[in-house]
């Protein structure tokens, strides 16, 4: 059994930061591509931010140069700092990780909330 646990989201006010982060935990040999996705009420799930075993990243246009994805491989962690954020970056945030080549996991969600 694997799983994705996510650290706690919160409310914000527009402007403010916050750093996310999900820990893969179980029988793990491998973790290649460790992502973010969010989903806004009534909309559809959207990539926010991925990024690769070699570390290469790739972002949503709506977040470049405010949102940054890293990793560490020794705590099998994936982390996404947020600045300037934005009413419109309100959703629920869920993590995955592709684990031993085949398994594309998913964390249960976070709650972020932008507001004044």
């Known amino acids: 059994q694997v799983q994705l646990v996510e650290s706690e989201g919160g409310l914000v006010q527009p402007g403010g930061s916050l750093r996310l982060s999900c820990a893969a935990s179980?029988?793990?040999?491998?973790?290649?591509?460790m992502g973010w996705y969010r989903q806004a009420p009534g909309q559809e799930r959207e990539l926010v931010a991925d990024i690769a075993r070699d570390g290469h990243t790739n972002y949503a246009d709506s977040v470049k140069g405010r949102f940054t994805i890293s990793r560490d491989n020794a705590k099998k962690t994936v982390y996404l700092q947020m600045n300037s954020l934005k009413p419109d970056d309100t959703a629920v945030y869920y993590c995955?990780?592709?684990?031993?080549?085949?398994?594309?996991?998913w964390g249960h969600g976070t709650l972020v909330t932008v507001s004044s």
């Open positions: 995955t990780m592709l684990l031993n080549f085949v398994i594309n996991s």
């Open positions: 179980g029988n793990i040999f491998r973790i290649d591509t």
